[in-house]
């Protein structure tokens, strides 16, 4: 008959507290291999500590409950390696994304900001291909990549070029509230029908005050800091959505430093600034 262990026992063997191990019970990740009907003491088996020790492991790699019951459960080897080769993707794009929000801040520390160049600009009326959505800003991103693609795909599909950069239309709202319509589009010449959720529309012209930023978008805040004080300190801002275009996007270099984005601050323009 299998040794039993105490709950006790079975945390100095495996290294995970008794409040740990209860919560795994609770969530069917690790189940005593007994429980006592009338104390409800938990007994563990020694050959639950192998898997015990697995569950540790990884979540010290942070990686989720759900994940981990996912591999624990995997019917062969190849997809226990699969999943586990996945999260350890994942881990390597955080610790990237890591390293350059480290070199991001140490660059704000340690140095002052380049000046950037600011020309006005009045964008006419074209035609899109777009989808648009109310997105929250912490999902935007992989709503933001999906989307891109599947406006491309339909061009593809239907022999349409795109005419110009793609971009994207972005609320105060989005900011502020952290939620907001936003429309990413591809500029298109001839008819393109719509499907599912890519629609035909027109973009109205629009008095624009446009930078460049180059770098990640996600340090685009370096540019929208110096092109909003122009624009507020002017007194020209009016309502409307920013506007960035995509010059030099991933799919054209590897490296988020080499991507070029136009980014545009709505604004009021006189005829002497024409």
Do not use: C
Not at 2 to 17: C, N, Q, V, Y
Not at 78 to 86: G, H, K, Q, S
Not at 203 to 218: D, F, K, S
Request: glycine content about 6%.
């Amino acid at each position: 008959m299998p040794a039993k262990l105490s709950i006790g026992d079975f945390s100095r063997m495996t290294h995970l507290s008794v409040k740990a191990l209860r919560h795994y019970h609770e969530l069917g990740l690790l189940e005593p291999s007994d429980v006592d009907p009338s104390t409800g003491y938990r007994s563990y088996d020694l050959s639950q500590v192998p898997a015990a020790q697995v569950i540790r492991r990884f979540r010290d790699l942070d990686m989720p409950v759900e994940h981990i019951k996912a591999i624990l459960k995997a019917p062969d080897v190849d997809r226990r390696n699969a999943l586990i080769v996945e999260h350890l993707k994942q881990m390597e794009s955080t610790l990237e994304r890591t390293q350059s929000v480290v070199a991001s801040l140490r660059s704000l520390l340690e140095g002052s900001p380049a000046p950037i160049a600011i020309e006005y600009r009045s964008v006419p009326a074209f035609h899109v291909g777009a989808v648009t959505k109310i997105v929250r800003l912490p999902d935007i991103e992989p709503w933001w990549s999906n989307s891109f693609a599947e406006i491309y795909r339909v061009l593809r599909d239907q022999g349409v070029s795109p005419a110009g950069p793609s971009g994207g239309l972005y609320p105060t709202e989005l900011y502020t509230d952290e939620v907001g319509e936003v429309t990413l589009f591809v500029p298109v010449v001839g008819r393109l029908d719509a499907v599912g959720d890519v629609f035909v529309r027109e973009l109205p012209p629009v008095e624009l005050a446009v930078a460049v930023h180059q770098g990640a978008l996600r340090e685009a805040d370096r540019t929208y800091a110096p092109l909003g004080t122009h624009v507020v300190e002017r007194a020209i801002a009016v309502s409307g959505p920013i506007r960035e275009s995509y010059l030099i996007t991933s799919d054209d270099v590897g490296d988020e430093s080499q991507l070029v984005t136009e980014i545009g601050w709505p604004i009021f323009r006189t005829s002497s600034e024409a």
